[in-house]
């Protein structure tokens, strides 16, 4: 499983914000989504512009970080087969944001204004395909022809939803551990063993209560169960029935020695 540390922490939070601010204020045609576990993956839609050979279509792409970002440019690919010059047919893009004109400074907006522009006005004189960029030179309604019959046939299939998270700048790439979902610990008293079960925390099975060993049967989960921890020390109380036991020797004891003493009187 791919994690959060293939990038360091000080460039996750530097994301965190960029991502906040695409989330919030998206450019124009472009939708980011974000892999939680990994955010060294940016993925994007991209609307095909209008007057292109490539409206109404939309194209997915990422971009992967490598752990020394931003001090070297990430790399681009389009998912969505697309037919253009600066695209490869392995989806590999090349555009000088990328390459020479890269610089630290540049966020993940304008990478991907940058390359939402690349369908605008292609750049022939650097094709990575280029059977594409030999055409758009030569003939260019015949170009035209194919990018849109590949946005046809590729770019109007309904794609799976972006997976679009809250991410926290605080906690970025935090686990949170799933196992008992429901229980909610309160974190201020764990170290005096005192642990706050609802009863969605409480299953068919019965619960091991505390350091008592008690158990806790189904039944109790109709009502929030507040447990105590208590050590297997001199401090631990008896169970409740061995208290019952005792009060009742003991009274049968007491009632033993009155029947003694009426017999003395008798005598």
Not at 36 to 61: H, K, N
Not at 102 to 124: A, D, K, M, Q, T
Not at 158 to 176: A, D, R, Y
Request: charged share 25%; proline share 9%; hydrophobic share 35%.
């Amino acid at each position: 499983m791919a994690t959060n540390e293939n990038l360091p922490p000080n460039v996750i939070k530097q994301l965190v914000k960029e991502l906040r601010n695409l989330n919030e204020t998206p450019p124009e045609g472009i939708k980011v989504g974000v892999n939680d576990d990994d955010f060294s993956t940016i993925y994007a839609d991209i609307e095909g512009p209008a007057g292109t050979p490539y409206e109404s279509g939309v194209f997915r792409m990422k971009l992967i970080l490598s752990r020394d970002f931003p001090h070297s440019p990430p790399k681009g690919y389009f998912l969505t087969k697309i037919f253009h010059p600066n695209i490869a047919t392995n989806g590999e893009i090349c555009v000088n944001t990328l390459k020479r004109d890269w610089n630290p400074s540049l966020g993940l907006r304008h990478v991907l204004v940058v390359i939402r522009c690349l369908l605008i006005e292609p750049f022939p004189e650097s094709a990575l395909n280029e059977q594409a960029g030999k055409m758009l030179l030569e003939d260019y309604q015949e170009y035209a022809r194919h990018a849109r019959l590949y946005t046809g046939i590729h770019a109007l299939k309904p794609k799976p939803k972006l997976k679009t998270v809250v991410v926290s700048e605080s906690t970025p790439g935090q686990k949170v551990d799933q196992s008992t979902p429901g229980q909610n610990v309160d974190q201020k008293n764990m170290g005096s063993g005192v642990v706050v079960a609802t009863p969605l925390a409480l299953s068919s099975n019965t619960m091991k209560g505390g350091g008592g060993g008690q158990e806790v049967p189904p039944s109790a989960a109709v009502n929030p169960v507040v447990e105590i921890g208590v050590s297997s020390g001199s401090g631990a109380l008896p169970p409740l029935a061995t208290q019952k036991k005792e009060m009742v020797k003991v009274q049968s004891d007491k009632k033993k020695i009155d029947a003694r003493k009426k017999s003395l009187k008798r005598l």
